[in-house]
């Protein structure tokens, strides 16, 4: 079995154009009846910065999650967005970006590496208080285009510090889609072992010719948590210029309805919702 985590909310989050909130509402909903472990819905960040998701808290008031398995998963930048995400009982999970690139990191939130620390351990505090789980995405986790230092060593060693904060769900994020298979078999196949208390997942940025490549290596070094946005829109808007859309979730369901792995998906609502995002996505 197989870990699915929808990501319309990275999908949205640099879209152009304007999408209307009761547009957002019908099209979560939808993703809600797929069978995806996890929706990466929205995020708890300054509407300046990221006006797509300002309305984030106006979605969730109407998603229908009486009929879903599905748990909620929200973005948080800093201590004050996570104290607006707990506020609601129906989400599951924070996540936060924590970059091991420090210009990343600066950039994504105006904070430091080092501060960034701090802010984990304040959001873990909130989330164990208000019964939420933090998932950890390593920004950067495969390298970076800033020069900044990286290697597999490096990776690991912010894990470590991660995990002794109390994370216990970990995603490798792929931010601006240059990993190869090597390096990212190489971290799944070390560090799965050496942390089995910690779920790993991949979240991956990836050109349509490099996706299964990067699946396989993905898979092959013991990750079975991997997220994707249908039709494979989004990227971080922080991250460079041209952006590499993340995977899309239709490549991830043909890759592992190849290998045989149980996913949990109800194929009419997947080519629904796939039908639905093309019209949310023009």
């Known amino acids: 079995m197989v870990k699915l985590i929808e990501c319309p909310r990275d999908a949205m989050q640099g879209w152009k154009r304007p999408i209307p909130t009761a547009i957002k509402i019908d099209y979560l909903n939808q993703l809600l009846k797929v069978g995806f472990d996890t929706l990466d819905f929205g ?33 948080v930048a800093n201590v004050r967005g996570a104290i607006s995400a707990c ?43 208000h019964g939420k789980e933090l998932v950890i995405y390593i920004s950067m986790g495969f390298g970076n285009p800033y020069n900044d230092p990286w ?35 190489q971290i799944f196949s070390e560090l799965i072992p050496r942390f089995p208390e910690v779920e790993f997942g991949a979240h991956f940025h990836a050109a349509p010719k490099d996706r299964k490549e990067k699946l396989e290596a993905a898979w092959q070094g013991g990750c079975r948590r991997f997220d994707g946005a249908i039709m494979g829109f989004g990227g971080c808007p922080f991250a460079e210029d041209d952006l590499v859309g993340n995977i899309a979730t239709e490549s991830l369901i043909e890759y592992f309805t190849e290998k045989g792995v149980e996913m949990g998906l109800n194929p009419a609502a997947v080519n629904k919702a796939v039908f639905m995002a093309a019209q949310v996505f023009t």
């Open 43 to 75: 995020s708890f960040v300054s509407p300046k910065a990221i006006p797509q998701l300002a309305d984030t808290a106006e979605v969730l008031a109407e998603l229908d999650l009486l009929n879903t398995q599905t748990k909620l998963l929200a973005i």
């Open 87 to 129: 506020k609601h009982p129906q989400i599951r999970y924070l996540g936060y970006p924590f970059s091991i690139s420090e210009t990343f990191q600066l950039r994504n939130t105006r904070k430091t590496i080092i501060q960034s620390v701090e802010v984990v351990r304040e959001v873990q505090a909130l989330c164990q208080t």
């Open 151 to 185: 290697s597999p060593v490096l990776a690991g060693n912010w894990v470590e510090k991660m995990t002794a904060i109390g994370i216990k769900i970990i995603s490798l994020a792929d931010t601006i889609g240059t990993a190869d298979a090597l390096a990212i078999n």
